[in-house]
């Protein structure tokens, strides 16, 4: 069986990247899965080492706590960021 050109070019063209990109804006489409992501829990990957220590999620949440009442009251409290995209 012989290649034919269209599958040659096409596997070229897959492993190629182009020097610049352009996103056509007007036909984008909202997220539709980003109002549910906000309402869900934050996700924190552990250290392995830290993972060891705290097994369970309370045991982290009880010593975060611990370590925010113990912080002045002068440090700012931004929102936390949330890991939506992967």
């Given at each position: 069986m012989r290649k034919t050109a269209a599958s040659s070019t096409r596997e070229r063209a897959s492993d190629e990247l182009r020097p610049e990109y352009h996103f056509?804006?007007?036909?984008?489409?909202?997220n539709r899965f980003a109002a549910e992501a906000?309402?869900?829990?934050l996700v924190v990957i552990l250290d392995e080492d830290i993972a060891?220590?705290?097994a369970t999620?309370?045991?982290v949440k009880a010593?975060?706590?611990a370590l925010i009442s113990t912080m002045?009251?002068?440090?700012?409290?931004?929102?936390?960021?949330?890991?939506?995209?992967g």
């Open positions: 056509d804006y007007a036909k984008a489409k909202r906000q309402k869900g829990p060891r220590v705290f999620p309370e045991a010593v975060l706590r002045p009251s002068g440090v700012k409290r931004g929102k936390a960021r949330r890991a939506v995209d």
